[in-house]
């Protein structure tokens, strides 16, 4: 589907912008968008980004105003960013969740790389290392390979893992912290800090990213966005729209329509 972006001013470097047409799929904790990247306004989202540019030509800013036009970038949770590309750029958008497996090693590869909030450092992590046969399988290969892997908590304590197990069944509610860290035996501000110290995020950004990415399953199953926003805990279609222009910097209409439905046998 194909719609018009409201488009940031333009970066001198970068020509007409583009909109954003292609499909995505969700998945538990992952989404993927294929196609034409448009450009997003200042945001930061709870997933993990790993941005891979097949054609045309993709400027990211970071929250201090330096741009970078890169090839392919790993951008982390909590990282505010301006996306802006040409007319014709097309490549992947895979948005990962930061409990996952995929997503710790995404992480990694961005702390590895230098400050977790400046461009250089999403752009370093996705090349290959100093050193490294120059037939190595690049670092975004190896994440997007991970993603597609059947999920694993290893390496989280047991009461995260566990907390992140029960948030599909209580998504549609409110989704209080105290009620999740009873459910595992912990305090509200434990749980808290262990969502802060290994996912690298404060629980309300994890909850909001869960809710949405619930809301795009949803959508991938057929449903219509005021269905898909009440399912997912949300008020109506107009609180899933303010915290979708949160997120990606795009409201649903640019972003959920493209998901493609389930059909019979899909997995």
Known sequence: MSSQVRNPPRPAGI??????????????????????????????????????????EV?????????RHVSAAVIPAGARHELSSTAGAHGLLAYLDPAGRAGRAATALVASSGDPGEVESWQAAAQPQAGEPADAVSPVSAVLYSAAQPEERAGL???????LEAIPQLISGPLLLEELAAR????????????????????????????LLHAMEAVRGGATLTD???????????????ACREMFGLAPSHLLH????ATAGAT
């Open 15 to 56: 020509r007409a912008p583009a909109s954003w047409a292609g499909a995505a799929s969700a998945a538990p904790g992952l989404l993927v968008f294929t196609g034409e990247i448009g450009s997003a306004a200042s945001h930061a989202h709870a997933a993990v980004q790993v941005l891979l540019v097949l054609e045309g």
């Open 228 to 242: 898909a926003a009440h399912r997912a805990g949300f008020a109506d279609s107009s609180h899933l729209t303010r």
């Open 184 to 211: 595992v035996g912990l305090s509200a501000s434990r749980l808290g800090h262990l969502f802060a110290e290994h996912l690298h995020l404060p629980y309300p950004a994890w909850r909001r990213w869960a809710r």
């Open 157 to 163: 304590p047991v009461a995260l893992a566990s907390a």
């Open 59 to 67: 400027l990211l800013t970071d929250r201090r105003g330096r741009r």
């Open 258 to 261: 493209t998901i493609r439905p």
